[in-house]
């Protein structure tokens, strides 16, 4: 007969080696998003890292500082909600099978 705490802890230990596959996957997935028509581009990577800015020189004026700015913010912000989302649904291939859901993954 096996053990019912040993067949557990058999699965956590998968289900962490698994996940730290992803982690390492992921570190290497990026995300794109744009703001102002893609006059600032950031990317972000499956670490959640911003791994890039890419700015139009014509949105650049030395008068309206503040709108490069927001246009920064946007672009990041949606760079970090898209590589967010693929992070969680790679997590949720691991934990899909043994019926947990792990919050903030």
Known sequence: MSNPLANIMKQAQKMQEKMAEIQ?????KTCEASA????????????????SIKID??????DDVEML????VA???EAYKRAQQM???EMASVTSGLGINLPGL
Not at 24 to 28: E, H, P
Not at 57 to 62: F, H, I, L, Q, T
């Open 87 to 89: 992070v969680s649904e």
């Open 36 to 51: 102002g028509g893609g006059m600032v581009t950031a990317t972000v990577n499956g670490s959640l890292k911003l791994v």
């Open 24 to 28: 390492k996957a992921l570190a290497s």
């Open 57 to 62: 020189p014509s949105v650049v004026d030395p």
């Open 69 to 72: 700015g927001d246009l920064i």
């Open 75 to 77: 672009a990041v912000n």
